[in-house]
């Protein structure tokens, strides 16, 4: 284990990585950028991030192929190739939406997820000569790269796991967050009117952003879900807020998320106006 931790440290600092790593995740975030196109790869419809859910299946499959190329002998070789095809098959959305996610990060995590994804198209490749060969008859060849690329899609899932669960892309960055259940004053309502854009306050150590709506407050976290941005400086645009690290778009009514990355809602805090004073808590009803 303390292996991988010093690869993975090596990989982070490697800045030579980046001169491949940002034309390529530029490129990707040409491709992936438009909104349905981001939304649909990110999970926005979802309300969850997709990659995370598809990664099973190509992994799923080769684990079974592999599986019964050892146990399953000849009588197993039409079912353990077919297993193959469809992992090929379905890793396609797979690098898809992984694509897309990369294509928002940046420095060591970009770094990282570089060696992640062509480790990836490496054990891909692996596994589409491992179909061929066993369609030609050649079995204890095709069960050996499949072999060999299974192994390497269990190491590069290290970096992604590590990518996801030590670094934290892709995942709630509100999650942790501390609520208020009492109201708490936050502001001077006059102070809040005066001002051309979102007010930011700290309730019981969560930064919440206060948005005036003619006579009425709207309150959000001010931490994106996505990637942790400031959405206080974000751009208010027709009903809702454009976060200002990777154009996550929320409807501030609801805290909906309307365009990706960010594939889940934002969380909304309850406001009123309290002799000239805006005070905020936790919307428990959602």
Not at 96 to 120: E, F, I, K, M, P
């Amino acid at each position: 284990m303390a292996n991988f931790k010093t690869i993975v440290r090596r990989l982070e600092s490697l800045a030579g990585l980046d001169r491949t790593a940002r034309p390529l995740a530029d490129q990707a975030g040409r491709i992936t950028g438009r909104t349905p196109v981001k939304n649909f790869l990110s999970g926005t419809w979802l309300g969850h991030p997709v990659h995370p859910v598809l990664t099973d299946l190509p992994i799923g499959a080769w684990a079974m192929a592999t599986l019964l190329d050892i146990t399953g002998g000849r009588a197993s070789s039409k079912a353990a190739r077919r297993l193959v095809g469809m992992g090929v098959l379905v890793a396609i959305p797979t690098a898809a939406t992984g694509t897309s996610d990369w294509a928002d990060t940046y420095g060591a995590d970009q770094r990282v997820g570089l060696v992640h994804g062509l480790g990836n198209a490496a054990a891909v490749c692996l596994q589409i000569v491992s179909y061929l060969g066993r369609k030609r008859g050649h079995r204890a060849i095709g069960a050996a790269l499949s072999s060999v690329s299974l192994g390497l899609v269990m190491a590069t899932g290290y970096l992604g796991g590590h990518l996801s669960f030590g670094r934290g892309i892709g995942v709630n960055h509100t999650a942790f967050e501390e609520q208020a259940i009492d109201w708490v004053d936050v502001a001077s309502f006059q102070d809040l009117a005066s001002m051309a854009k979102p007010m930011r306050v700290v309730v019981n150590g969560t930064p919440v952003m206060l948005i005036r709506d003619n006579d009425h407050v709207v309150a959000l976290s001010a931490t994106c879900v996505h990637a942790g941005g400031p959405l206080d400086e974000g751009t208010i645009i027709d009903g809702s807020v454009r976060c200002p690290w990777h154009r996550s778009i929320f409807r501030l009514a609801d805290g909906k998320a309307l365009r990706g990355p960010a594939s889940m809602p934002q969380p909304v805090w309850e406001a009123r106006i309290e002799d000239g004073r805006v005070q905020v808590r936790s919307d428990t009803s959602r």
